[in-house]
């Protein structure tokens, strides 16, 4: 009787058993306390939530305001700004350094650099004497290039002014006139013919061939007791001694005469022309000055022998 109450109560329990289902559903894990959310019951843990709608996407929120550490050499005091350098003396060319008190100054053209407060008859000059030897050779080269000029006795001026040995040019080559004629030293000359002949004829023939041939140069200035630039004050013009000479214009048998003034812009052959003879000139003359230097010579080529040390010359 015991057994048979045993097998019933087992038989039961295995009925009551096999009935038994697990829940659909297991336990969710407990939020974060950090999060303040609660799990949704109806979200699987086994899904992936799908990504929101784009309008219920939060707009992201901007970042603090937090400022970079700055670099040590951008702190808020400003560094020192350092004092701007001083302009170096300009110099047109490499050549002898300036006379004494003129240091700082820039180094301008010889016939526009002052000299002190002097006036002419102040500085107390003398005429420099010329050797027989070497003027008798300087008139035998003008000769040989067919220059027409004649001996002049001495002139003295006074204060400097003068020359040792004078001659007067009419026509700087054959057929080709000085207007009107120069009073010179022969040096500048024979610089002005050989100018003319090498390199004012041969460009005048490239740029100008339809005016015909130059039959005159018009000059402004020869010798003149003065100043340079006329000031009342300054040094001898290299006009007072004799070595100088001013170009206005040159005259061709056809057509209007080419006046010497500001070409730099001119992109005609006639400003083609006034530029080559004027970079011409420094291969003849140790000073060539034209309408770009300065309001001084704005109508004119201001070309001079003066002898410097070292070859050095003065071309603008």
């Known amino acids: 009787m015991r057994k048979l109450s045993t097998l019933a109560i087992l038989f039961a329990a295995s009925v009551f058993l096999a009935g038994a289902r697990l829940p659909a559903q297991g336990p969710l894990p407990e939020p974060r306390p950090d999060t303040g959310q609660t799990a949704s019951p109806s979200a699987p843990p086994a899904e992936k939530a799908e990504p929101p709608a784009p309008g219920e996407v939060p707009a992201p929120q901007p970042k603090p305001d937090v400022k970079e550490p700055e ?11 350092a004092a701007p350098a001083k302009p170096e003396p300009t110099e047109p060319m490499q050549g002898p350094p300036l006379p004494p008190g003129t240091a700082g100054r820039p180094h301008a053209p010889e016939e526009t650099r002052p000299q002190g407060e002097q006036t002419l008859e102040e500085q107390q000059l003398t005429i420099e004497p010329e050797s027989d030897a070497e003027h008798a050779e300087c008139t035998a080269a003008l000769q040989a290039l067919g220059v027409v000029f004649k001996e002049a006795p001495r002139i003295d001026d006074g204060n400097g002014c003068g020359i040792d040995k004078p ?37 005048a023939a490239a740029a100008l061939p339809g005016q015909g041939r130059i039959t005159s140069v018009n000059q402004a200035t020869s010798y003149m007791c003065r100043l340079r630039n006329g000031a009342g004050t300054g040094k001898i013009s290299e006009h007072a001694r004799g070595n100088a000479i001013d170009i ?6 056809k057509g209007e005469d080419v006046a010497v003034r500001s070409r730099r812009e001119d992109s005609t052959l006639t400003g083609a022309f006034q530029r080559t003879v004027s970079a011409a000139g420094c291969l003849y003359f140790t000073t060539v000055l034209d309408p770009e230097s300065d309001a001084a010579h704005e109508t004119h080529f201001h070309l001079d022998v003066i002898e410097r040390k070292g070859g050095y010359r003065y071309c603008h």
Do not use: D, N, Y
């Not at 001659?167 to 610089?191: D, F, Q, W």
């Open 71 to 81: 670099a040590p050499a951008s702190s808020q005091t400003p560094a020192p700004q």
């Open 167 to 203: 001659i007067i040019v009419s026509e700087a080559l054959p057929g080709i006139a000085l207007k009107p004629e120069a009073t010179m030293r022969c040096p500048a000359a024979l610089a002005l013919a050989r100018w003319i002949k090498e390199s004012v004829i041969p460009a």
């Open 248 to 253: 206005a214009s040159f005259h061709f048998e």
